[in-house]
């Protein structure tokens, strides 16, 4: 099992910048493509962004592409979110999660393990 600790989440004026961080331990964190979901109020989890092993993949919704950009340093353990342009509608609880696989999946249930989340807040 992989422990997740995810921070950086806050409160931001629409047009902002966030960078999320998501500290990883247990389980060899540099083996699983990583991914970061996010969940509003009454709606369902929903994938961000992920990163495959070594970096060379990434993948992103359509709602985040050229905004947010996702990465990681296996030395450090650590995955990343940069948030930029951020808008209202970005407002949720961001998940980090780690995947038993090297390839991608957007799909929630295809994630092995998850953090407790951070609150990431737009105002307009």
């Known amino acids: 099992q992989v422990q997740l600790v995810e921070s950086g989440g806050g409160l931001v004026q629409a047009g902002g910048s966030l960078r999320l961080s998501c500290a990883a331990s247990?389980?060899?964190?540099?083996?699983?493509?990583m991914g970061w979901f996010r969940q509003a109020p009454g709606t369902e989890r929903e994938f961000v962004a992920g990163?495959?092993?070594?970096?060379?993949?990434?993948d992103y919704a359509d709602a985040v592409k050229g905004r947010f950009t996702i990465s990681r340093d296996n030395a450090k353990n650590t995955l990343y979110l940069q948030m930029n342009s951020l808008r209202p509608e970005d407002t949720a609880v961001y998940y980090c999660?780690?995947?038993?696989?090297?390839?991608?999946?957007?799909?929630?249930?295809?994630?092995?393990?998850w953090g407790q989340g951070t609150q990431v807040t737009v105002s307009s």
């Open positions: 999660a780690a995947r038993y696989s090297w390839y991608y999946s957007s799909s929630k249930t295809e994630y092995n393990d």
């Open positions: 990163i495959n092993w070594n970096s060379s993949n990434k």
């Open positions: 247990g389980r060899t964190f540099s083996s699983y493509y």
